[in-house]
């Protein structure tokens, strides 16, 4: 009853605070993203409660926390749009007339970072404006790619609509099976694609086989996809889930948790383990290996994760695996061989593929759970700027 007295209490004085800030009201847009962050908000609050699970305890001030990071990460969002229209429209102003060319009618949506969203009408469009400079210019004043397009020309003057551009994708694919053949695995896997243009891949390894296994693995997923879909840093959405654990751990159970987190506009890749196991990631016919030490979740209090940073090329293909798998090898060369051997498959052949093969290397016993999941990080189709009929 006080956590639900102090988030709602820090709640309505963040609101209040954007609402009534120097006299205006927010827009539709925002209004209409701050109702999707409560549903978020209210599913990340049910994660929580089952991860901990009936007749468990833990620090309030770890649960607040938890929540109230969420909480100021889209009441930051709100702000960043409420302060900065004012002077990003003057921006956009002066430096389109710097180029010869008036805006007005602009129409800002969203200024966030990644979730860009706004429009404008332009007076005499030059042909050089329209045939690259006029996206090169806008790119430049707000610090990321963008997509730009174009209306149809009315009294010499036309309306853009400028957003976040998406310029790559994942791909992602996944094959597993349960020890001894089992249909339920401790095994879990997170592939999840956000509004700020990240993806994550993560496996998670529950202690153990079966159903307990499963349900903590991916209850402990299920809080982590929560808490990152407001952007917070992974750092500390691994803490909170970890002391989360710490407190509430009766039965002295642990888990393994291997992470990536992919920018794909920037195309680096963000490596977080705590007792996972190997990572590869192919680039054409060469194999690297990436490994970090760490101890499962639930021993420590979460600090201190290790991670790694991997600047990434189109077409690369990051492979995870569970234990159950690397384990079926006295060394990992033969599994690294056999990932380049899928050179050109799609990801769910390729993960089907190297899980039959470790299954066939095994003469077929299946001693624990096995996962394999393959991302592969891929352009999406280039985009013109069109003219509109």
Do not use: W
């Amino acid at each position: 009853m006080e956590l639900t007295k102090k988030v709602k209490s820090t709640f309505t004085a963040k609101q209040d605070s954007v609402a009534v800030a120097q006299g205006k009201q927010l827009n539709k847009y925002i209004l209409s993203q701050f109702f999707i962050q409560l549903v978020n908000f209210q599913q990340l609050i049910k994660s929580m409660n089952d991860f901990v699970g009936d007749g468990k305890y833990v620090k309030t001030s770890t649960l607040f926390e938890g929540l109230s990071l969420c909480l100021n990460k889209t009441m930051s969002e709100m702000l960043h749009d409420r302060y900065d229209v004012e002077s990003q429209v003057e921006m956009i102003k002066a430096m389109m007339k710097k180029n010869g060319v008036k805006a007005s009618d602009i129409r800002i949506k969203s200024l966030y970072p990644r979730l860009i969203k706004l429009s404008m009408v332009i007076d005499k469009p030059s042909s050089s404006l329209l045939n690259g400079q006029l996206k090169v210019q806008l790119e430049g004043l707000f610090g990321e790619p963008l997509k730009i397009n174009i209306g149809k020309v009315r009294n010499k003057t036309m309306r853009i609509q400028v957003s976040s551009s998406r310029n790559y994708r994942i791909e992602h694919g996944v094959a597993y099976v349960g020890k001894h053949g089992n249909k339920i695995s401790g095994d879990s896997y997170l592939c999840e694609n956000f509004q700020n243009g990240k993806s994550i891949i993560a496996i998670s390894d529950g202690m153990g086989n079966g159903e307990i296994a499963h349900a903590e693995s991916s209850m402990a997923l299920r809080v982590l996809k929560c808490m990152l879909n407001f952007d917070v840093p992974v750092t500390d959405a691994v803490r909170i889930l970890a002391e989360l654990k710490q407190q509430s751990n009766t039965d002295e159970r642990f888990f393994s948790l291997d992470l990536c987190v992919v920018d794909k506009e920037n195309g680096c890749a963000h490596f977080y383990k705590q007792a996972a196991t190997s990572t590869f990631l192919m680039r054409r016919e060469i194999v690297r290996k990436i490994e970090m030490s760490g101890l499962p979740i639930g021993v420590v209090d979460g600090s201190g994760i290790d991670q790694m940073v991997v600047d990434l090329l189109p077409g690369d293909v990051i492979v995870m695996c569970s234990d159950g798998v690397i384990d079926s090898f006295l060394d990992t060369d033969l599994f690294e061989k056999r990932i380049i051997r899928n050179i050109g498959n799609d990801v769910n052949k390729m993960t089907q593929d190297l899980l039959d093969y470790t299954i066939r290397r095994s003469r077929g016993n299946v001693n624990d759970d096995m996962m394999i999941v393959a991302a592969q990080y891929k352009p999406i189709r280039g985009e013109r700027l069109v003219v509109r009929s």
